[in-house]
């Protein structure tokens, strides 16, 4: 990695192949500035509704307000696509085992050498390049695509499987979902020998719905809790009852409660130990899980012989971080660099999804002290909470986010303070109106002194790259 400050920029395949390999560098050289890139071993074409997914993403249905700035294919900004590798995977890597990469085709032998091209020509003009994909999602090219089979989904403390989800990761105890991740490490290294480094998405279990924020509790787990010394069926019956009082025997007393401690996520650790000690013991559990995928990336790279090859994962903030398993003093022993996501459209969606089941789930609620629990506890925002959580959503693409500056800046902090000596970014994303871009694009250059990377080029039209350039400017002075 360089020793200036890293401003980085993913962009995914469908826009080399759309814009092509040049323009597309040119856009994020003489317009954004970048030092570093992103891309995905992948190659997309246009399907249709039966038979592809959407892009940009839906977000379990909250996104669909959501439009590329870029357009792709027939000028389109909402579309349904499908997906190849842009690759030959080597199936030796894979046998025996119960994921297997998706299999090249017409597309990967037409296209797939632009991937190739892009990494060659991007350090050709000296931008460091890197991979994205998931953690946890097989095949883990590209997060629509893919997910774990029943036996492999985190379980509920009861047992039961989530009934919604955005991130359709595998647990991060099945045996059979790392060693995928590993043949998956080891073809890319095979592959593209060139890249500087990957990027792995959701090292965790992504909090997005409550229910998420309750897993792991699947028999990998029960398995990982016995070998690490943890009692399961403590975890279980506690995070169990505490399931339980949120949804069903959450009263206004508790909330008055949890809005009179002054420094709330702080405590929270505290608090949960002292009253669901087994529950406290699964966030343990969670970040040791999240640690032991990570070692064994950075082993696995090793071992295929690029030690220099960056581990540098993506993954929520604080508070967020507590809940999902991501402990960034223990990430900071095996991975190079964390980019700690500043994505306001979710943050707002997350926020409601939490506030809509509590307050469904316990009639009586006052709506307006949950509204104000929350944004107390995930401290998205600067400014006073509104009444009601319908004044809560996702926004649309000319909406502004809902975060402040301060409240990005105690995150960043929060991550940094664990993190040390390792360099934490800040990972500003794209979507939205441009001056609300801009804004927080500045925020992020501002409180995030290691660099910036901004996800992703869909969303960053030709206005939103001046303004990365302008920012960058400062960043690498």
């Not at 998706?102 to 597309?107: G, T, V």
């Not at 690490?228 to 409660?257: I, P």
Request: hydrophobic letters at 40%; charged letters at 20%.
């Amino acid at each position: 990695m360089s020793q200036q400050r890293q401003i980085g920029v993913t962009v995914l395949p469908e826009y080399l192949q759309y814009e092509g390999v040049e323009s597309v560098l040119d856009n994020l050289m003489q317009r954004a500035g970048v030092t570093a890139v992103s891309t995905s071993p992948y190659v997309m074409q246009l399907a249709d509704v039966q038979t592809g997914v959407r892009e940009p993403p839906a977000d379990a249905g909250a996104g669909q307000v959501r439009l590329l700035d870029r357009p792709l294919w027939e000028g389109k900004r909402e579309l349904w696509v499908r997906t190849s590798p842009s690759f030959i995977p080597d199936e030796s890597l894979y046998a025996g085992l119960r994921y297997q990469p998706a299999a090249p085709d017409e597309l990967t032998h037409r296209e797939g050498h632009v991937v190739a091209d892009f990494i060659k020509a991007a350090h050709e003009r000296g931008l460091e390049v890197y991979f994205q994909v998931q953690a946890a999602i097989p095949p883990g090219y590209r997060v629509q695509f893919g997910g774990p089979v029943e036996e492999d989904i985190p379980r509920l403390p009861d047992g039961s499987l989530p009934r919604k989800r955005v991130a359709n990761n595998g647990s991060l105890a099945s045996p059979h979902i790392i060693e995928y991740q590993h043949a998956l490490i080891r073809d890319l290294l095979q592959n593209y020998p060139d890249i500087d480094g990957i990027r792995f998405d959701w090292p965790e279990y992504p909090p997005y719905f409550l229910d998420s924020a309750f897993f792991d509790f699947s028999e990998h787990a029960r398995r990982a809790a016995d070998r690490l010394g943890y009692r399961f069926d403590q975890m279980q019956e506690d995070s169990l009852a505490l399931y339980q009082k949120l949804n069903g025997g959450l009263t206004n007393f508790d909330l008055e409660n949890w809005l009179a401690e002054e420094n709330q996520a702080a405590n929270f650790t505290v608090w949960l130990n002292d009253h669901y000690p087994g529950a406290s013991a699964m966030l343990l559990l969670k970040s040791q899980l999240s640690k032991e995928l990570l070692a064994g990336f950075r082993q696995t790279m090793d071992e295929a012989g690029k030690p220099s090859v960056e581990l540098a994962p993506s993954a929520f903030p604080p508070p967020w971080s507590i809940i999902s398993g991501m402990n960034y003093s223990l990430a900071a022993q095996y991975c190079n660099s964390v980019s700690v996501k500043l994505y306001g459209m979710h943050w707002s969606m997350i926020l409601r999804s939490y506030g809509d089941q509590l307050l469904a789930a316990n009639p009586g609620l006052s709506e307006t002290l949950l509204v104000r629990a929350l944004f107390k506890f995930l401290d998205i925002t600067d400014t006073d909470p509104p009444e009601r959580l319908s004044e809560v959503y996702y926004p649309g693409p000319d909406e502004p986010h809902l975060t402040g500056p301060l409240a990005q800046e105690r995150k960043i902090l929060a991550a940094r303070k664990l993190a040390r000596p390792m360099p934490i970014y800040a990972l500003a994303h794209g979507y939205g109106p441009t001056e609300d871009f801009r804004e927080r694009m500045q925020v992020a250059t501002d409180i995030s002194p290691d660099g910036v990377w901004i996800n992703r080029y869909c969303y960053l039209n030709d206005d939103k790259l001046d303004i990365i350039g302008q920012c960058a400017v400062g960043c690498n002075t």
